[in-house]
């Protein structure tokens, strides 16, 4: 779930809200965490955010292992920039929990 939440509330920065995922206007991000919460009959998002974090951690960690040893397409990846990518991710998260909680 906190993995699906990451794309779907999503735990991205407005421009690449508008840009990359295609919203028309930056996106109510508290609302959609509701609502996904809601959906799966979660009667509190107490927790979730930190659970999103945690789960970016992971998949930046697993992409760093991956790579380092030489496993395709992570290799590639890491040498196109994608840990800084998922790096600066997780700095933005951290800064902007706010608009989730």
């Not at 009667?43 to 760093?64: K, P």
């Amino acid at each position: 779930m906190a993995y699906a939440l990451d794309y779907v509330a999503p735990f991205r920065d407005d421009a690449e809200c508008l840009r990359w995922l295609h919203y028309p206007v930056p996106p109510d991000r508290r609302r959609r965490l509701e609502l996904f919460c809601t959906g799966y009959g979660i009667n509190s998002s107490e927790g979730i955010v930190d659970a999103v974090i945690a789960r970016q951690r992971d998949n930046a960690d697993l992409v760093r292992c991956l790579a380092e040893h030489g496993d395709e397409p992570q290799a590639t990846w890491a040498s196109n920039g994608l840990l800084s990518q998922l790096g600066d991710r997780i700095t933005w998260s951290l800064a902007h929990r706010h608009l989730f909680e």
